[in-house]
């Protein structure tokens, strides 16, 4: 059972460390969505292992000959909702179409991947680094978490957080990403961020008012 201080992780890693094919893979994927250089790999594990759950979940239903009524028709329903709030299955999605799931989809489902392609930033390590910087919110809630999984509900609540100097359409950064957008479209795109945005991303976060600023500017008035 282990001590309730010292949690496991929710994760499995590989069975072989030294398989080229799966290191290949995930190098691919690791670059493919701008996961961290060091420890990216444990966030496709993770990918893997909530994919992995929901299959055996899926399969361990259909193998069932009474799931249209009772218990196993609830577990079903749930099962299928909850992965339909996340963005990963469609309409009328049934418990096969669980079963064409891929990594990819699960990891185009984090806030940073959703950032790239709401167009708030020019690319996946640019998305990443204006979530840290407290660039990115849903609402009013300030997030700063890349690995946070979107749910539909969240899509329409996604933009640049009301205290980030971002929300200017006329700041230099929103110009540079929308500029090296625009170059992508003409098959010039470039991942790799400019020495002026990495540094003006830093200066912006920390430009922007916290929330206690905020507090006492509307108690003054």
Do not use: C
Not at 156 to 177: G, K, Q, V
Not at 187 to 215: C, H, I, K, Q, Y
């Amino acid at each position: 059972m282990g001590h309730p201080k010292f949690a496991r992780p929710k994760y499995d890693t590989p069975t072989h460390p030294w398989k080229k094919t799966r290191i290949e893979e995930e190098h691919a994927l690791k670059e493919q969505f701008g996961l961290k250089k060091v420890g990216g790999m444990k966030e496709i594990w993770k990918a893997k292992s909530k994919l992995r759950r929901w299959r055996q979940n899926s399969m361990k239903l259909i193998g069932r000959v009474d799931t249209t009524e009772g218990h196993f028709l609830r577990e079903k329903d749930d099962l299928v909702e909850s992965l339909h709030r996340r963005g990963l299955l469609g309409d009328g999605a049934t418990l096969d179409d669980i079963l064409q799931i891929t990594v990819e989809h699960v990891l185009s489902r984090r806030l940073q991947s959703q950032v790239y392609y709401r167009g708030l930033a020019s690319s996946m390590r640019q998305a990443r680094q204006l979530v840290v910087h407290g660039h990115i919110g849903l609402g009013e809630q300030k997030m700063t978490v890349p690995s946070y999984i979107i749910t539909r509900d969240d899509e329409n609540t996604l933009n640049y957080h009301h205290t980030s100097p971002l929300t200017d359409a006329d700041h230099p950064i929103r110009i540079e990403i929308e500029e090296t957008r625009a170059a992508a479209e003409y098959g010039e795109e470039d991942e790799t961020p400019s020495e002026e945005f990495v540094a003006g991303v830093a200066e912006a976060a920390e430009a922007a008012p916290t929330a206690e600023d905020t507090e006492v500017e509307g108690g003054d008035a």
